[in-house]
């Protein structure tokens, strides 16, 4: 993983073009500072993807940052993270980060975003203990639907 440069990158999910939360504090939208749109419902990423993932999680086994880090994950095949995490259930998942790089999730990083062609796909969930990829992310597509009804509510 590499450092963003400052100021720190902040990812605001909105859902189409209505924001009904409001924040504690204001904030700028900048270059480092966006709106990042949610997918539509059911909508698959395509193993071989390019994504991006960023955390504050750990860059090694006993090695923290005060930095966010980002890194760009590769989105892997279904059978791949099945082989590799019993747990793993396609529907409600997505699995990211090429085995054959040393950069993933790692401890520290679950609920931040993984985005792919500007959109935010996943949300970090868990991984190998030892941080070798690939992650595995809640498939947000899936649960549109509900995020959708939740927003009626609340405004």
Not at 22 to 28: A, K, N
Not at 83 to 102: F, N, V, W
Not at 122 to 131: A, F, T, V
Request: contains cysteine.
């Amino acid at each position: 993983c590499c450092p963003l440069p400052p100021p720190i990158t902040v990812l605001i999910w909105v859902h189409s073009l209505s924001f009904p939360w409001q924040l504690w504090h204001s904030v700028e939208l900048t270059e480092w500072v966006g709106l990042v749109p949610l997918p539509e419902a059911d909508h698959l990423v395509s193993p071989g993807s390019e994504c991006s993932v960023a955390g504050w999680g750990r860059t090694g086994l006993n090695t923290t940052t005060d930095k966010l880090q980002e890194a760009e994950q590769e989105v892997v095949s279904d059978g791949l993270c099945r082989e590799r995490y019993r747990h793993y259930d396609p529907i409600t998942m997505l699995c990211a980060g090429s085995p054959h790089t040393k950069k993933s999730a790692f401890q520290g990083d679950s609920g931040g975003p993984l985005v792919c062609d500007g959109m935010v796909q996943g949300i970090i969930s868990n991984g190998d203990p030892d941080g070798r990829p690939p992650s595995v992310y809640t498939r947000i597509s899936k649960f549109i639907p509900w995020i959708n009804e939740t927003l009626q509510k609340l405004s």
